[in-house]
């Protein structure tokens, strides 16, 4: 029978038998160390049997062993086993392409990318995937919790969900398609299904863009409600949203982060600060001294600077900016033309958009006309509007993003298992 290696203090002065992965081994004199890992812990293991220390010196780490030996405490306190016997399940025979022992990766990004399958079992990567699992399961808790339902969307479409050049075109049998740009116009529908809904959608840009927080293929933490009075419903949702989940990871997974000395994002008192879009182009002009006539959107240096004032003027790493000179056709516009959409800035980047949306079919298809697009491209996304849709918005969270800034890493790369971007399609080098 196999015992996990959390069990080994309730086994104490027991025998167990234990399934796992060497990561590391050492000799001290005539005793042999070794830590084996399975998937609740690492533990350490000690002979002092010759035969044992014969057979240790040919086993590589990362060979899958089963051992058995007597539980035991250490001087410190810590539970240890004595080593009975080893059987080896599966030998590895060469050494890895990365240096999984190290405290910190040594080898360059683009070699921990190229061995993708093998970096994952590094403790960094594995502390940073476990954030992000926890990230996910507060999602979902917290959505539910407020009477969401998920959704899943589909990623072939048969035309582009937000028009533009940033389109991955596919042969489909005998026609065309294309990769989902987002999940917007789906998660739209299911609002006239369910009111309140959410979910994890992949989004593929063909963007050649080669930054440390730009890839081709990413994820969105997805929600949209119903019966919305103004925007600020939206941000309300997202601030609560955003506070559970780093209430709930700060709890979770307070080992891996220390680990991974990543700074506890600063969360100030309500809701998140909010700047307009003009609002903005103020501070960034008074006090940065940077020119913005003429800018209808935010540069990556100004979202930086803005949340650079955020925690100076608000003790907060996130501030909304809003009312955008520019947005996507589905986008609300008011009868002033003030169009009500709104970024989330944390830390030094943008990482959510969203705001209210058109809930007329009229308006709506006047936008896509006005975008030089064909409704009739859009068909089955503006049938709802016909058959009754109430005034509705919501927001779309980059997760990779989120979990980059959550973990301190710099690179958004470090944050996706298998990352496709300009130069790679799942971490793999185009050839």
Partial sequence: ???????????????????????????????????????????????????????????????????EGKAVLDPK?????????????????????????????????????????????????????????????????????FGATEFFSPLILASSSEGGAEIFELEYFDS??????????????????????????K????????TRRHVTEATQ????????????????????????????????????LDRLKARRLMV???????LTFDEACSVLEEKFKIDTEGWDDLTTESERLLCEYAREEFNSDFIFVTNFKKAAFYAYRDKE???????????????SSGGRRFDSYDDLKMSIVAEEMDP????????????????????????ERLVMLITGQDNIRECILFPSDPKRIASQNIK
């Fill in 221 to 256: 933490l997805e929600f949209e409600m119903g019966f919305i009075e103004s925007i600020d419903d939206i941000l309300e949702v997202e601030t609560n949203a955003i506070k559970y989940i780093l209430e709930k990871v700060y709890s979770k997974c307070e080992k891996e």
């Fill in 268 to 274: 100030p008192e309500g809701t998140f600060p909010k």
């Fill in 376 to 399: 009739q491209d859009f068909s089955e996304y503006l049938s709802i509007f016909k058959f009754g849709m109430p005034p509705h918005g919501g927001f779309g969270i980059g997760f």
């Fill in 337 to 351: 033309g003030m169009i009500h959409n709104v970024d989330l800035l944390c830390k030094e980047m943008e990482i």
């Fill in 1 to 67: 029978m196999r015992n996990l290696i959390s069990e080994i203090k309730t086994k104490l002065d027991q025998s167990v038998t234990i399934k796992g992965r060497l990561i590391s081994k050492r000799e001290l004199g005539s005793i042999s160390f070794l830590k084996i890992q399975d998937f609740t812990g690492i533990c350490q293991f000690v002979t002092e049997d010759k035969s044992l220390i014969s057979l240790i010196e040919s086993i590589h780490p990362q060979s899958i062993l089963e051992v």
């Fill in 77 to 145: 306190g810590n539970p240890e086993i004595h080593l009975e016997s080893i059987n080896v399940i599966n030998a590895v025979k060469e050494t890895p392409g990365i240096d999984l022992q190290s405290k910190e990766p040594k080898e360059k990004l683009e070699t921990i990318l190229s061995h993708r399958a093998i970096s994952l079992r590094h403790p960094k990567y594995q502390d940073i995937f476990k954030v992000e699992a926890a990230i996910i399961q507060s999602y979902r808790e917290f959505m539910t919790d």
């Fill in 176 to 201: 065309k398609a294309t990769l989902a740009q987002s999940a917007q116009l789906y998660k739209q529908i299911m609002v006239g299904v369910y009111e309140r809904v959410f979910g994890l959608s």
């Fill in 203 to 210: 989004c593929f840009r063909a963007e050649n863009s080669n």
